[in-house]
């Protein structure tokens, strides 16, 4: 396999009306792990959605190609198929159909020779015990009564038996207990480090913790619907430190509308948790 590149250029999506995205550039080679971070409603899920081709979002401008392929031009399932793979913040819940039937049947739809069932089953129950997921997920249906935690670790159960081109886990920590997180995190990694330029990550996330078990080589701020600052590992640590006041001073950048960090937006939420523990 040759090594994946995925170049986004000049991107731009709105939805409902309203732009999100003005401007995204950024490419992910293999081999290369990202991070996006920024505060809520700046377009770090947007730009997950866009990738993978959620039709709720308009792409106003810009391209997106993998391997000098026209993404944008592309289906949902001819992205899957291609090799970009999507965690989902929030997976859905399918009754009916169990996780052995559909991960067989996403992984059979990315191979011109269909895995036999048991090499199958070998490889699931192989994955299954590294993230110390229950003996019995494979036959439950798809995440129906899984917690928030059981339906990350599916999402990462997913990327191991894929084996994708280009990954992106969007918020795949948040909901995760701290053994959950670990578990996650050094799966991540192992695959990582086990497919090496075969495949490139993206990781959107909120919080430097993560990066306790994922090492990026590159940390991207998204805020104003761009990408307005990008260096190392040491860029997270800083924004965990300090929030993002110190960036939006530095770059002149205004608040936006039902942005979590605006002060006054804070000075409420302590008011209300303060009302709660009266």
């Known amino acids: 396999m040759s090594k994946p590149v995925l170049e986004i250029k000049g991107l731009r999506s709105r939805v409902e009306e309203k732009e999100i995205l003005r401007g995204i550039d950024l490419t992910i080679k293999g081999g290369e792990t990202h991070v996006i971070m920024g505060p809520n409603g700046t377009g770090k899920s947007t730009l997950a ?3 993978m081709g959620n039709p709720k979002y308009e ?4 391209t997106v190609t993998l391997n000098g392929e026209d993404v944008l031009e592309m289906e949902v399932d001819e992205r899957a198929r291609k090799g970009i793979f999507l965690a989902m913040q929030y997976p859905a819940e399918v009754s009916g159909v169990t996780n052995a039937d559909f991960l067989r049947a996403a992984v059979n739809a990315r191979r011109e020779k269909p895995l036999g069932l048991f090499p199958f089953r070998r490889k699931l129950n192989e994955a299954v015990t590294k993230l110390e ?3 019995s997920l494979p036959d439950r249906y798809l995440n129906e009564g899984f917690s928030g935690g059981e339906k ?4 990462i159960l997913q990327m191991l038996l894929l084996e994708p081109a280009i990954t992106i886990l969007d918020e795949i920590d948040s909901g995760l207990d701290i053994d959950a997180l670990r578990i996650v995190g050094q799966n991540i990694t192992e695959m990582s480090k086990r497919r090496g330029d075969e495949m490139g990550v993206l990781m959107i996330t909120h919080y430097q913790r993560l990066l306790d078990y994922v090492q990026p080589d590159y940390v991207h701020v998204l805020m104003n619907g761009r990408i307005v600052r990008s260096g190392g590992p040491g860029l997270a640590y800083r924004l965990e430190r300090e929030g993002y006041d110190w960036l939006r001073q530095e770059l002149g950048l205004d608040y936006e509308e039902g942005d979590a960090d605006v002060p006054q937006a804070k000075a409420e939420a302590v008011d209300d948790l303060a009302a709660l523990l009266k």
């Open 133 to 135: 997921m229950q003996e």
């Open 59 to 62: 792409i106003l401008g810009g």
């Open 49 to 51: 959605s866009c990738l």
């Open 152 to 155: 990350k670790r599916n999402e």
